[in-house]
């Protein structure tokens, strides 16, 4: 039995659920013996705090596994989120795609890590509980992943895990599991099945998109389908993000114009991103009136 979502419909004395729906099953997941919750961003740690403030101290009986190597801040520093700005976007959709793909992955904390606030929080939540010289029931683990999952009987969940960097394998045993695992994407390719046999594809056979957001097709294709939120792979960490909904719905209107309708900044980012090429400068004539104003260099001893 594979771990998922659906788990409870196969066995439903064991709640297996996701994050989404922790809301609506907490009392039953709070009544469980032994919680596990996999996850490491917001909605895991959001989770995970809720459980332990609601357990009995030194019988919190909690697990928290995460695959990220850290359970880490949100980089919300000002010069940080300039990595959410077109200047940015711009950058990443020059890179050779290996490097974007390379790159995207080691971005996590950009968009996956925590509020320093909830860490704060779940901290001194195991602090306080570790005064009176205990330690709280509780395993927090990073570098982990789960490669199997399967009932134990009716009522229990058996988790086969592997630290990635140690390459140690161990399981355990829980009661409930909430999978704080966000949201698969979802695919294009349903929607544009008619346009399959004409779509210019990478190595990886994902669409290429060029840097006004429209699908590069054939070019018998005369006309130009333009995506949003559809383009991670070419356009890097910000796709999703709100803030940028008015530059990349302002580039689209532009480029279905032809023209400019809606001006926008060359520049966004105090950051530069990249080294700019700049112009080999050929070297000038001086002349006699250049020489006099010309400080003579003093040997240094």
């Not at 989404?20 to 995970?48: C, K, N, P, W």
């Not at 990886?204 to 005369?222: A, C, F, G, N």
């Not at 719905?249 to 080294?275: D, H, Q, W």
Request: charged content about 25%; overall charge neutral; cysteine-free.
């Amino acid at each position: 039995t594979q771990l998922d979502a659906d788990g409870e419909a196969e066995a439903p004395t064991v709640p297996v659920i996701h994050s989404a729906d922790y809301l609506d099953h907490r009392e039953r997941i709070l009544a469980a013996d032994h919680i596990t919750v996999i996850g490491s961003g917001q909605s895991g740690a959001e989770v995970f705090l809720d459980l332990l403030r609601n357990r009995p101290a030194g019988r919190e009986k909690l697990h928290w596994l995460a695959r990220t190597p850290a359970f880490a801040p949100m980089e919300y520093s000002k010069l940080g989120l300039e990595q959410f700005t077109p200047d940015y976007t711009r950058y990443f959709h020059a890179l050779p795609e290996s490097v974007r793909n390379q790159l995207l992955p080691q971005q996590w904390q950009l968009h996956r890590g925590i509020a320093a606030g909830t860490l704060a929080d779940i901290h001194e939540e195991l602090y306080r509980r570790s005064l009176h010289g205990g330690w709280p029931d509780t395993v927090l683990t990073p570098g982990v992943f789960v490669r199997t999952a399967g009932r134990v009987g009716t009522t229990r969940v058996e988790l086969h895990l592997e630290h990635a960097q140690q390459g140690a394998r161990s399981r355990i045993t829980t009661d409930a599991v909430v999978l704080a695992t966000g949201y698969r994407e979802r695919r294009t390719e349903t929607l544009l099945a008619a346009l399959d046999p004409y779509i210019r594809r990478d190595h990886s056979d994902r669409p290429r998109i060029d840097e006004h957001h429209r699908l590069v097709l054939d070019p018998l294709v005369t006309g130009a389908v333009h995506v949003q939120n559809a383009e991670q792979h070419t356009h890097g960490v910000g796709t999703p993000d709100l803030g940028l909904a008015a530059w990349r719905s302002a580039v689209i209107l532009n480029a279905l114009m032809k023209k400019t309708v809606y001006p926008l900044p060359e520049r966004t980012a105090f950051t530069t991103f990249g080294l700019e090429p700049r112009p080999q400068s050929r070297p000038q004539r001086t002349t006699s009136e250049d020489r006099r104003t010309i400080p003579r260099q003093l040997p240094v001893h």
